[in-house]
């Protein structure tokens, strides 16, 4: 489905008011979706469309999945947690999984930037840089 433009602007004025502090704000985009669905403006599929899309595209932003061969212990997840929190600010949502394929090390995706640390990652690089 295309979107028009000024459906985008809307979708996009009401996705600044859903944020405090430069965080989403759950409750304030629940309210914002009930009365865009109430009134009805000219458009309203397309700016909710819109609007969910932008609202994707910050949850993925705002979300670092971590990996590693082995469970980490709780001082190492506080550590990884307070640097991605200095580096991407706060309202960062972590999950740490296992994922023994690794061999060793952590990989660690935010949204679209990946930090790969792993044995598996450096043997995957090895094996490009001599197929060359």
């Given amino acids: ?65 971590i990996e590693s061969a082995t469970p980490l212990d709780s001082q190492a997840e506080g550590a990884i947690k307070e640097k991605l929190t200095q580096q991407y600010g706060a309202g960062l949502y972590t999950s740490f999984h296992v994922n023994p394929a690794l061999i060793g090390g952590v990989r660690i995706r935010v949204g679209s930037d990946v930090y790969d640390g792993t044995v598996s990652g450096r043997l995957k690089q090895l094996e490009e840089s001599l197929a060359q």
Avoid: C, W
């Avoid at 489905?1 to 704000?25: C, S, T, W």
């Avoid at 669905?37 to 999945?65: F, M, N």
């Fill in 1 to 65: 489905m295309r979107i028009p433009k000024q459906a985008k602007r809307k979708a996009k004025a009401l996705f600044k008011e859903v944020h405090a502090n430069g965080v989403l704000d759950e409750s304030r985009l629940l309210r914002a979706v009930q009365l865009t669905a109430e009134h009805k403006p000219r458009g309203y599929l397309a700016i909710l469309s819109h609007l969910q899309h932008l609202v994707k595209l910050d949850v993925e932003r705002r979300t670092a999945r």
